[in-house]
């Protein structure tokens, strides 16, 4: 009996605190028929109504959680409303799109708010539940509203396969955020906006349909649950790894998503391989292995930009260059994939070696597990890395015009890249000056470059 009145009285917390938000998403209905300065105007006088409320207000009590009521000011709808003003202002200055504004609000505002409550109604494993309902309830409620915006403002029918595409990546994109910072933080309808901005600034050849989104979204989401029910990747890992997934697949192809998935796999066998003995000796990844959006991001944001690149810039011309073809892209993509997953097997691999390594800086011996130590073990490992990247992307449609160039261009792209990992970690990192994710997406950019540019010298 205590129980359930203690889950009725945090059901009904949750329910005043989310109609705080609902109340001002309502708002974004009225977008399409004012003018834009109207918008930034109403929405600044919500912010200070928000900041002046009295405390002793009804409102205000109902409203208010524990910290709210010890800062005097409702917290959460403030920093979301200071948010939803920075984007209005963006309107008014930048073009930002109102449509993109609407279903920002739709994402945050309902799709959050209904996720929270089913949450809290249904779930056991509240983390991982929370996150899926917020990616179905998001992508409802921001395509709504942002389609409810297109339409109104005269747009059309048309252009609702793009305002779907869009709530899919603001969606999925505040998810991610939402498991990095507070559940409050003004950086997760920033994120979404900001990024839903960015794809709809694209020009597209063609915009998928609604359920080649779905079917691109359902792929990696299923393996993200997977890898977060293993322990492979933390949350912030399984949402990271949907997002890079999904882009691949939509501006890529399924081909592009495997490869992205050997990647995967790979580093996650060699990851658990010996590793009672890689912890004795202190080279082990912390958490079991476990991979978080730092690592996602510092191996995949350069493949990522390639993809995108691909699927949404096509040919164009480069100065000094004149016009560069898509295969560069690809090529692009497979050095740094390669490199991604031939540091990965290096590392893993290299650091069981039971001789001691040498420091690729001064080829002095150091013990196993310092940054920037090779080993002949692990440079055969990284040559095998690269390797399986570049043999899995012929069959995989993924390859330039030459698919013997494509392997040799990949393989070398893959193993440079990973050397330049071990500088960069004998050097930057070990002066920290760079982190090991950030030493991560400069090898993968040394990687990629370095094969896009053999290729387009050749070419």
């Given at each position: 009996?205590?129980?359930?009145?203690?889950?009725?009285?945090?059901?009904?917390?949750?329910?005043?605190?989310?109609?705080?938000?609902?109340?001002?998403?309502?708002?974004?209905?009225?977008?399409?028929?004012?003018?834009?300065?109207v918008?930034?105007?109403?929405?600044?006088l919500?912010?200070?109504?928000?900041?002046?409320?009295?405390?002793?207000?009804?409102?205000f009590?109902?409203?208010?959680?524990?910290?709210?009521?010890?800062?005097g000011?409702l917290?959460?709808?403030?920093?979301?409303?200071?948010?939803i003003?920075?984007?209005?202002i963006?309107?008014?200055?930048?073009?930002?799109?109102?449509?993109?504004?609407?279903?920002?609000?739709?994402?945050?505002?309902?799709?959050?708010?209904a996720?929270?409550?089913?949450?809290?109604?249904?779930?056991?494993?509240?983390?991982?539940?929370?996150?899926v309902?917020?990616?179905?309830?998001?992508?409802?409620?921001?395509?709504?509203?942002?389609?409810?915006?297109?339409?109104?403002?005269g747009m059309?029918?048309?252009?609702?396969?793009l305002?779907?595409?869009?709530?899919?990546?603001?969606?999925?994109?505040?998810?991610?955020?939402y498991?990095?910072?507070d559940?409050?933080?003004i950086?997760?309808?920033?994120?979404a906006?900001?990024?839903?901005?960015?794809?709809?600034?694209?020009?597209?050849p063609?915009?998928?349909?609604?359920?080649?989104?779905?079917?691109?979204?359902?792929?990696?989401?299923?393996?993200?649950?997977a890898?977060y029910?293993l322990?492979a990747?933390?949350?912030?890992?399984?949402?990271?790894?949907?997002?890079?997934?999904?882009?691949?697949?939509?501006?890529?192809?399924?081909?592009?998503?495997?490869?992205?998935?050997?990647?995967?796999?790979?580093?996650t066998?060699?990851?658990?391989?010996?590793?009672?003995?890689?912890?004795?000796?202190?080279?082990?990844?912390?958490k079991?292995?476990?991979?978080?959006?730092?690592?996602?991001?510092?191996?995949?944001l350069?493949?990522?930009?390639?993809?995108?690149?691909?699927?949404?810039?096509?040919?164009?011309?480069a100065?000094?260059?004149?016009?560069?073809?898509?295969?560069?892209?690809?090529i692009?993509y497979?050095?740094?994939?390669?490199?991604?997953?031939?540091?990965?097997l290096a590392?893993e691999?290299?650091?069981?070696?039971?001789?001691?390594?040498?420091?690729?800086?001064?080829?002095?011996?150091?013990?196993?597990?310092?940054?920037?130590?090779?080993?002949?073990?692990?440079?055969a490992?990284?040559?095998?890395g690269?390797?399986?990247?570049?043999?899995?992307a012929?069959?995989?449609?993924?390859?330039?015009?030459?698919?013997?160039?494509?392997?040799?261009?990949?393989?070398?792209?893959?193993?440079?890249?990973?050397?330049?990992?071990?500088v960069?970690?004998?050097?930057?990192?070990?002066?920290?000056?760079?982190?090991?994710?950030?030493?991560?997406?400069?090898?993968?950019?040394?990687?990629?470059?370095?094969?896009?540019?053999l290729?387009?010298?050749?070419?």
């Amino acid at each position: 009996m205590y129980l359930g009145l203690s889950k009725a009285s945090t059901l009904d917390a949750e329910l005043k605190r989310q109609s705080a938000y609902i109340s001002l998403g309502l708002l974004a209905l009225l977008f399409p028929f004012v003018p834009k300065w109207v918008i930034v105007l109403g929405v600044l006088l919500g912010v200070i109504v928000i900041v002046y409320i009295p405390k002793d207000s009804l409102i205000f009590r109902a409203l208010a959680s524990e910290r709210d009521k010890e800062a005097g000011v409702l917290i959460g709808p403030l920093k979301f409303s200071f948010a939803i003003l920075m984007l209005a202002i963006l309107v008014v200055t930048l073009d930002f799109p109102v449509y993109v504004l609407a279903a920002t609000i739709g994402v945050v505002a309902f799709g959050e708010g209904a996720a929270a409550l089913v949450n809290l109604l249904v779930s056991r494993n509240r983390a991982l539940f929370w996150s899926v309902t917020l990616l179905i309830l998001g992508t409802l409620f921001g395509f709504i509203f942002g389609g409810w915006a297109m339409v109104n403002m005269g747009m059309g029918t048309a252009s609702l396969d793009l305002m779907f595409f869009l709530a899919v990546i603001g969606t999925v994109t505040g998810a991610l955020l939402y498991t990095i910072v507070d559940e409050e933080n003004i950086a997760i309808p920033l994120g979404a906006g900001m990024t839903m901005w960015l794809f709809s600034s694209f020009s597209y050849p063609r915009v998928p349909g609604a359920a080649e989104i779905v079917i691109a979204v359902t792929f990696p989401l299923i393996i993200g649950m997977a890898s977060y029910k293993l322990a492979a990747a933390d949350l912030s890992g399984a949402l990271a790894g949907v997002l890079s997934g999904l882009l691949m697949i939509l501006f890529g192809g399924i081909g592009w998503f495997v490869l992205l998935l050997v990647f995967f796999f790979m580093g996650t066998i060699f990851t658990k391989y010996k590793y009672a003995y890689k912890l004795a000796v202190g080279a082990a990844q912390p958490k079991e292995g476990s991979r978080g959006y730092r690592n996602v991001f510092g191996n995949c944001l350069v493949p990522l930009v390639l993809v995108v690149a691909y699927g949404a810039i096509g040919d164009f011309k480069a100065p000094l260059l004149g016009e560069v073809d898509r295969a560069a892209f690809i090529i692009g993509y497979l050095g740094a994939m390669a490199t991604a997953t031939a540091d990965t097997l290096a590392s893993e691999i290299g650091s069981t070696y039971r001789g001691q390594p040498r420091m690729i800086t001064t080829l002095k011996r150091v013990s196993a597990g310092t940054d920037g130590a090779v080993s002949v073990l692990g440079e055969a490992a990284a040559l095998f890395g690269a390797a399986a990247i570049a043999l899995v992307a012929i069959p995989m449609g993924v390859a330039g015009p030459d698919a013997a160039a494509t392997i040799i261009l990949t393989m070398l792209g893959g193993f440079v890249g990973t050397n330049v990992d071990s500088v960069l970690g004998a050097t930057l990192q070990r002066k920290r000056l760079l982190t090991n994710e950030g030493v991560n997406f400069f090898a993968t950019l040394a990687g990629g470059a370095l094969s896009m540019a053999l290729y387009l010298f050749v070419h």
